[in-house]
Structures are given as structure tokens and as C-alpha cells.
């Protein structure tokens, strides 16, 4: 199987559904010619058009609202976001139509927004968020947060299946430094199931995004420890693999619940309350949270490192929970 | 209602009537040597890893931002996007500030939470731009609307790009201005390209400043690479929402000398398109005027190129001097004190 970077799977799975299917098409600002921000559709114009690979203007309303519009006529458009965090500017649309229209009319919306999301970079407070948990909320839309390259690939193509407004968040600091093996052939990774990314006996750690390669740092450590850590990645938060992650909280006793998003109302705290009450009975421990502090991103690296979650306040809260 | 175009500015007396001294002159122009530079030499320090994130630059806007800045009033406000840096350097936030804002120190006036241009004084007027264009521009409008509410002489500035007015934000903004009469002053900065996005795919109407007919008031395109111009274009517009005219976009016609960001080589951009251009250098352009029409000398020249040179060198020693910030303060103001409303800007 070819090694491939997290972009270029997503690249690659994009470009496969919009040969295999004429009604999936592209939109966006500077996805033509540029080729998007992070160069995702790059080459995507020539291949597919201008009306298949539509640039947009500097308008996230009409982005959003223009894809539901065609959604609505029958087409599967792949909207792209310039950075996750301006999906703001089209919160009403998104949560207001396409989230609501399926139940309370009926009708499907089957659009995909990509949102390069997540920190580690510099990007400051406008550039750097990971608003899956904002979005978690509302009914009706889900959350896709792909971790390997693979799964980019295979998750992207359900999220364009799927008859419903998906989130697909694709984390920027991935896109160029995390490269596997991923199938030319077409596949769809299924939403909703849950991964181990690092089998083990002791602690689990559930996590999903650029946070599974923390917590694989942070396992590695602690097996010089003597301690066996299993690192579940949930793939998608909506839906969420409830099953996966309740057998191996039974089966390890200890759950360590670990997001880059910050902590207060963060995704984890459904997980942690879930596992409260569904399988405390189980449990050796308190279900502990590592997350972002609650402020905004900050910009400056030194205040950035403290902000995102580092391998060393993994081992800690692991080391802690191991103890316990 | 036709939109008007500018004409060019001439002779020395016609910049006299319009309010600016020998002097005045010579200010503008070391402002904008002095916006370039800042630039300029960021981008070297963004080079040699000194500064974090990425790196914007508005070659080609100098002009249209020091021509503006100059004709608000010291009481009037702005919130400016990030091709504005002439505006921050002509209303006085001092460039080591700004180089410290860029390196991510504690000196920089956000102290290291937001980076690059994403920076203002509110004791200057100057409001910090977000990223989510053109998000200030409503806020802008929101502060001239207090400035109707407490019947104040004061005027407010909202720059945008043509890239970024194609949002919601923009539309309702400047429907309420128009609506309420608000004294406001908007200024597209149009440099033809937002990103890679050429104009044809960004608005459909011949200038933008056709649709200030829209909204109910006056649209104007000016040269953006004649600062006098824009200058007396701004200055006609504001002392017009002081009397209680209501506002004017004011649309200021220049190219983006350079890519997006320092990523990004501008490809999409035909060369002729840049040689043109150039030759338009609004910096180049005013140097000419000046030595032409208000006999600037060698020496002033000269005096003013080094004094610029000394400033930026002393600036960016003096940012590198500015410690990074402590990450035990991450935390630190994510809310207001009760206190800091006593603040002047708030009052
Ligand atoms: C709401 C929003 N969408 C996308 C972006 C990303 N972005 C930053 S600048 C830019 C182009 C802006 O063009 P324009 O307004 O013409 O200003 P210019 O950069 O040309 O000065 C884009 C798309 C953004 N900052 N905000």
C-alpha cells in the first residue's frame, strides 16, 4: 500500500468521489486555481472545471447556505472552510437550516464542510480552534475528526455518503507531518466506530484528532513504567462509539479523557459523565480530563505550549491515575 | 446616484486648502517610509525564525492607510485589517511595540495572545482587528452610533478589504450606518485580490463604491496610490459625518504588491499585472510630488530616509529586549475587572 500524508489522502479521497459521482462537487474560497489554503484541491480545477470546483467569495454564509441550497436540489456539495474557526460566520445557517431541516421538514442535507482546524503553529486566537464541542450540541449535525491518513481517506467518503450535515474537522498540524499506509481503492471507514490505536491493559486513554499521537508519546512513557495503556481513538464524536469506549473503561478500570478543545463543556465531559453512569461500578478511579484551559488560543509560543496539552501533562494525569 | 471619482491632487496651494503644512508633508511621507519598513524588516525577522505564525504585508497600501489615518481627528476612532500598518504608524502606536507584537512578547500590545497585525491602541482610537473579516467593520458602526447617542463630534473609521466587504457583516453595517445617518467613514482598501480571488469573482457592480447608492449615501473611488488624494477624499468624508452628514465609502483603488502572506509567491498574479504597478509605487510617487511641487532637498531626504533606519533599528533591538511571555500568566484576563471600565476609551 502507498504511504501517503494525511493531506494527501484526504486529497485523494475527495478527488475519487468527485470522479466515481457527478453530483459531488467542490466549494470555497481559493479552491480553484490556488488549489485551497493548504492546497487540498490543488490541481482539482483542471481536472473538474470551474463549475465543479467553484471559487467563492470571502462569504461563509453564502458557502454554507449556497451548499444546503444545493443539497436541497439533489447535488452533495464539499464545502470547504478557509480555517475551522470561520465556520462562525456561518453558524446560523448551519445550525438553524441544515441542522433542523431533515426533522422538522423532512428534506436531507447531505453537505460535508471541511474545516482545517487545531493548533500547534502560531495561528493565535483565530486560527487555531477546535470548535468540535460547539457543534457536538445541536442535533443534527455530525462530527467527523480523523487522526491517521487512512482513516482521512475512508471517513471523508462516508462523510460524502452520509445524508445529513457532516463536520469534518481535519487537523492542520497533521495535514504535512503524519504520513501512512492508505488503499488506492475506494472504502468507506464507517461513522461511529471507535479505534485502538495502542492496545493495552491498565489505563485507557480516549482521545480523537491530533491528540492520539500525544497520547501515544505519553503510553510509550509510561510502558518504561510498567504501566499498559490503551489509546482509543473515537474517529468521530458524532455519533460516538459509546460500546467501545464503556468495554474498555470495564476492562482497564481507568479512563483518562484527553482533547485539544478547552475544557468547559469540552466533548470530554459527555464522555467522562457517560462513563459515570454507565459503568462506575467498574471503575478503579475518577474519569480524569485533560483539555485546554478555557481561555482563547493564545498566540506566542510559550503561552501557546502551555495552552495545548503536551505529552508530559498526559504522563502526569496517566501516572497520577495509574497510582490511584 | 453616480459614484465620483477623484480627481489627483496638484499644486502645493491645493494641499494647503485642504489643511496640511510643509510639514504635515514631510510627516506623511516619513510615515509611510516608516510603514514600509516595518515590513520590511519583519519579514527578514520572519525569515530568520524571530517571528512565529505567518506574515502579512501591504506593499502598495501605504498610501491609502497613512492618507486616512491622517485626516481622522485625534478624538475620531478606527478599526483597521491587515493591509492598514501605515494607520497604526500615523496615529503614533510606536514600532517597537509592533515588533514586539509580531516576535510574541509581552510589549507587544496584546502581550503575546494575539500575533502580527492583529493589533490596536485603544487609547489611540485604534481598535484590534479579528480575523473573521470583516467582523470590525459593524463594530466600527456600532461606535458611531454611540458617538449619535451622546451627540459627540467624533467620527469612526472602518477599513475593509474588497475581498472581505462581499460578507453579511459588511452589508449590515453599512445598512444601519446609511439607515441612522451614523457618522462613519468606510474605506474599501481595493487591491484587486483577496487571496488568490481576482475581482470578477469577488463583486459584480463596477466599482464598489456603487454600492454606497445602495445603502443611501455617498461612494467615492480615489487613487490609492496618490496619499493626497486619499488624504482629501477622508478628510472631506469625516469632517461630512462630523456635521452630521452621515457616511461615505470611500473606495481606494491599488494592487497587493505582494502575495497573501509570506507563504505564498502570488502565482496567480500575471507580472504585467505587478510592472504596472510598480510604477505606481505610491511611496516613489509621493517622493516625486514632494521634490516636484514642495522642493523637498536632498538633505531632508536624506535626514529622513536615516532617521526612519535609525527607528526601525532601535525598535527591533528594543522588541528583542521584551521578554517572551510567562506561561503562568495564560490565564490572566480572559475577564474584565470591574475597574478597567473607568478606562478613557469606555468613556
Ligand atoms: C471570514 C473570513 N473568511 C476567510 C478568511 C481568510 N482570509 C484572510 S484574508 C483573505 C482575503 C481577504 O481579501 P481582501 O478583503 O480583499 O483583503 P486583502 O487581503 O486583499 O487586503 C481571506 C480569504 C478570513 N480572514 N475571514
Redesign the pocket.
Known amino acids: 500500500m502507498p504511504e501517503k500524508t494525511y493531506l494527501q489522502a484526504i486529497s485523494d479521497g475527495l478527488r475519487q468521489e468527485m470522479r466515481r459521482d457527478q453530483r459531488v462537487f467542490v466549494l470555497g474560497?481559493?479552491v480553484g486555481v490556488y488549489g485551497g489554503a493548504f492546497k487540498v484541491t490543488l490541481g482539482f480545477q483542471e481536472e473538474f472545471g470551474p463549475w465543479r470546483v467553484i471559487d467563492m467569495p470571502?462569504s461563509?454564509t453564502a458557502i454554507v447556505a449556497g451548499a444546503t441550497g444545493c443539497a436541497l436540489m439533489g447535488l452533495r456539495p464539499v464545502a470547504e472552510m478557509?480555517?475551522a474557526d470561520?465556520v462562525s460566520?456561518a453558524w446560523d445557517h448551519l445550525v438553524t437550516v441544515a441542522a433542523k431541516q431533515r426533522y422538522r421538514a423532512g428534506t436531507p442535507i447531505p453537505i460535508v464542510l471541511r474545516l482545517p482546524s487545531g493548533g500547534g503553529f502560531s495561528g493565535g486566537p483565530f486560527h487555531s480552534q477546535n470548535p468540535e464541542s460547539t457543534f457536538a450540541h445541536i442535533p443534527g449535525l455530525k462530527i467527523v475528526c480523523p487522526a491517521t491518513p487512512e482513516d482521512a481517506k475512508g471517513l471523508l467518503v462516508s462523510a460524502i455518503e452520509d445524508p445529513n450535515p457532516v463536520l469534518f474537522f481535519e487537523h492542520k498540524h497533521l495535514y504535512r507531518r503524519i504520513k501512512g499506509e492508505v488503499p488506492d481503492e475506494r472504502y468507506a471507514t464507517p461513522l461511529g466506530k471507535a479505534r485502538v490505536h495502542r492496545p493495552g491493559d491498565d489505563v485507557t486513554v480516549v482521545t480523537w484528532g491530533a491528540m492520539v499521537y500525544t497520547a501515544q508519546s505519553a503510553a510509550e512513557k509510561l510502558e518504561a513504567d510498567g504501566v499498559s495503556v490503551e489509546v482509543l481513538d473515537l474517529r468521530t464524536l458524532i455519533p460516538w462509539d459509546r460500546e467501545a469506549v464503556l468495554a474498555s473503561a470495564r476492562r482497564t478500570s481507568k479512563v483518562l479523557v484527553l482533547h485539544e478543545d478547552t475544557k468547559t463543556g469540552g466533548f470530554g465531559a459527555e464522555i467522562a459523565a457517560t462513563i459515570a453512569e454507565e459503568a462506575f461500578e467498574h471503575l478503579d478511579g475518577p474519569v480524569r480530563r485533560i483539555a485546554a484551559p478555557d481561555a482563547p488560543v493564545p498566540f506566542s509560543p510559550p503561552l501557546e505550549k502551555a495552552y495545548i496539552p503536551q505529552v508530559d501533562d498526559v504522563v502526569a494525569g496517566l501516572r497520577a491515575l495509574a497510582a490511584y | 446616484m453616480a459614484v465620483r471619482e477623484a480627481e489627483p491632487v496638484g499644486s502645493l496651494q491645493e494641499v494647503k486648502d485642504a489643511g496640511l503644512d510643509r510639514e504635515d508633508l514631510l510627516g506623511i511621507y516619513r510615515n509611510m517610509l516608516i510603514t514600509r519598513g516595518v515590513e520590511e524588516r519583519g519579514h527578514i525577522l520572519y525569515k530568520q525564525g524571530k517571528i512565529p505564525g505567518s506574515f502579512y504585508t501591504?506593499r502598495g497600501?501605504e498610501a491609502s492607510a497613512v492618507g486616512v489615518a491622517t485626516a481622522m481627528g485625534a478624538d475620531d476612532v478606527g478599526c483597521p485589517?491587515?493591509?492598514d500598518m501605515g494607520v497604526h504608524i500615523t496615529r503614533g502606536v510606536e514600532p517597537w511595540r509592533i515588533f514586539a507584537q509580531y516576535m510574541g512578547r509581552v510589549d507587544g500590545p496584546t502581550h503575546g495572545r494575539d500575533g502580527n497585525v492583529h493589533l490596536g491602541d485603544a487609547n489611540l482610537g485604534l481598535h484590534a482587528m479579528v480575523?473573521?473579516?470583516?467582523a470590525m467593520l459593524p463594530v466600527a458602526v456600532g461606535m458611531g452610533l454611540a458617538f449619535r447617542i451622546r451627540e459627540e463630534r467624533r467620527v469612526a473609521v472602518a477599513w475593509?478589504?474588497?475581498?472581505?466587504?462581499a460578507?453579511g457583516d459588511a452589508h449590515e453595517g453599512m445598512n444601519l450606518a446609511g439607515v441612522r445617518r451614523l457618522p462613519v467613514v468606510f474605506v474599501i482598501?481595493n487591491?484587486q485580490?483577496?487571496?488568490s480571488?481576482p475581482t470578477y469573482l469577488?463583486y459584480a457592480v463596477e466599482h464598489l463604491a456603487d454600492r454606497a447608492a445602495a445603502y443611501g449615501f455617498d461612494g467615492v473611488v480615489v487613487d490609492g496610490t496618490d496619499v493626497l488624494a486619499v488624504y482629501r477624499e477622508a478628510r472631506r468624508a469625516i469632517e461630512k459625518a462630523r456635521e452630521g452628514g452621515g457616511p461615505t465609502l470611500i473606495e481606494s483603488l491599488t494592487l497587493?504588491m505582494e502575495g497573501?502572506a509570506v507563504h505564498d509567491d502570488a502565482f496567480y498574479v500575471p507580472r504585467e499585472m505587478f510592472e504596472e504597478w510598480a510604477r505606481r509605487d505610491p511611496i516613489e510617487r509621493y517622493r516625486t510630488w514632494l521634490r516636484d511641487n514642495a522642493s523637498m532637498s536632498d538633505d531632508e531626504e536624506d535626514e529622513i530616509t536615516a532617521g526612519v533606519k535609525r527607528l526601525l533599528h532601535e525598535s527591533i533591538e528594543r522588541a528583542e529586549a521584551s521578554p517572551l511571555p510567562d506561561p503562568a500568566t495564560l490565564l490572566d484576563g480572559v475577564f474584565a475587572e470591574q475597574d478597567e471600565l473607568e478606562t478613557p476609551h469606555h468613556k
Open positions: 474560497e481559493d470571502l461563509e478557509q480555517f470561520f460566520c | 501591504g497600501n485589517l491587515q493591509r480575523s473573521h473579516l470583516p475593509c478589504g474588497e475581498g472581505a466587504s460578507r482598501d487591491n485580490w483577496a487571496y480571488t469577488e497587493r497573501h
